[in-house]
């Protein structure tokens, strides 16, 4: 392919991929297009004030941020922490089956929500956890943590095993070598890890929909009432409220982006591939 | 090192008390329930067989949105493999600006499925959206949005799937494509291989567990469609984009037919585990 016929494919792929994201963005500041004037023109100069409406058309607005935050948070640390030391434990077992079991956890990881949750909000209102922080962060971890398994397992399979029988050596225990051996030699793959299982909880739905009801909201079920109670919300405002959900989690990925390229899928055994 | 029984009980109990109280044990218990007449707020459980099933089958709503969705599959997952590896194939070389390409690759992912059921509905629509700004230079009568009509729902769904999941896939296959040794590419230049022939006899082969792997992500996750639709069109108009998660959320959360829910979620999920079969099955070879 000639270096004029790739860019000009790359310049398409840039259009595709960024204008409804920047049509977004424009009309967060109240710029919008007047579709009805011939021809077509934009509308009205330049305002921040509908990101202070969002507040005004949505109360708790700024309340659920917070949760969505705090809840995407903790369910990644968990998912993490529960998701290593058994990835490590699966790719040092030297199992039979051992990329059977790696398999078994990405079709776990793409079994969608919908297939369990709804006997979950059953067995979580019968056990009190219904509407708390608490069943919807430990509900989350539970859906993310399969893809972080899957990728984690591939990722201590490719670690040289020496280093751990060094430190065996050197009398660590297995806490010792987890956390002093195996975590700092894995840190960029478990970083990348934590980012992309971050936006999966930021962006979920189904799970904090169906274990809430009032109490506890996050922004994508507030997003999800918007819209399913038919209250119309005008287009700069709606903008706003996406602008905004969207900020953090693309703060996030700019500034760590070099670090996501060890976000590695592999076949199951961890080698030959990417 | 070798792992004793004890190091390995330790390692994996905290995942497995997670994943069987809050994934496996609902999913085990849901799968119970369904077999009988059980419904939260019912005392009189009987014992029904598959009854449930039959009803969910014979429904021919259910039967639409089995169809939506085998459609939506058989579409998006495709094109999502096909336009994601033709964007990583264009970002495979060198290239100024590469960094700031994957963190624009990655940003429509970052909208969740829910907000790109909020953006595109004002998107696709007269008032505000793209297409009848730029038809309307054209001098062009407004079309009305997609979203609406009969035919163009579903293959608008299938659109704004692919833009939002496209690039997430060049993200993943890039680090595949850049891995394939060098040599592999002269050789096959120095055959005289077309692009075609170096993308199937190089590139494919050389990255099939990755693309098989991410290809069954994909599979589950068009299987499960659900948070776009019930933003942009709820599932119609009229049933046109009724998938089987959305019916069965309905029949569990609005309509009280909680069996009838629990069931169609069951009938997902065998779909997602024959894949899963085929995945492993596929994967060995």
Known sequence: MSRRSRFAALAVVLVVLALPLVWTLVASFGVTPDNNARPPSWIGPPTLEHFAYVGVAEPTFWQELATSTALALTATLLTVAVSLPAAYCLARSRLPRDRLVAQSFLVLASLPVMAYVIPLSDLMRRVHLLDTLWGVMLAQAAVTSPLAVFVLHGAVRQLSPEWEEAAVIDGAGLLGILGRVVLPLLAPTVAATAIVVFVLDWNMLLVPLVLTGGEVKTVPVAMSDFFTFERELDWPTAAAALVVSLAPVALLVAAFHRLLEQFRLTDGTGINIG | MRLSRRDRLLLLAPLATLMLVWFAGPALLGLLATLTSYSPFTTDVRFVGLANYAAVLRDPQFATAARNVGLLTLFAVPLELTAGFAIAWLLRRPLRGRAAWRVLLLLPW??????????????????????????????????????????????????????????????????????????????????????????????????????????????????????????????????????PALYSYDAAFSTNDWPAGAAAAWVVAAAVFVVGAVYVRVARE
């Open chain 2, 110 to 243: 970052l909208v969740s499925p829910i907000a790109s059921g909020v953006m595109w509905h004002f998107l696709l629509s007269t008032t505000s959206g793209i297409a009848d700004f730029f038809l309307g230079w054209l001098g062009a009568a407004q079309a009305s949005s997609p979203a609406g009509d009969l035919h163009l729902a579903l293959p608008a769904v299938v659109a704004i799937e692919v833009w939002r999941v496209a690039p997430f896939v060049a993200f993943l296959l890039l680090p595949g494509l850049e891995s394939i040794p060098r040599e592999r590419w002269d050789e096959a230049t120095l055959a005289g291989a077309s692009v075609f022939g170096r993308i199937f006899r190089v590139a494919v082969p050389g990255m099939r567990g990755l693309l098989l792997t991410v290809s069954m992500l994909l599979i589950g996750l068009a299987l499960g469609t659900f948070d776009t639709i019930l933003i942009l069109t709820g599932g119609g108009p009229g049933t046109a984009t009724l998938t």
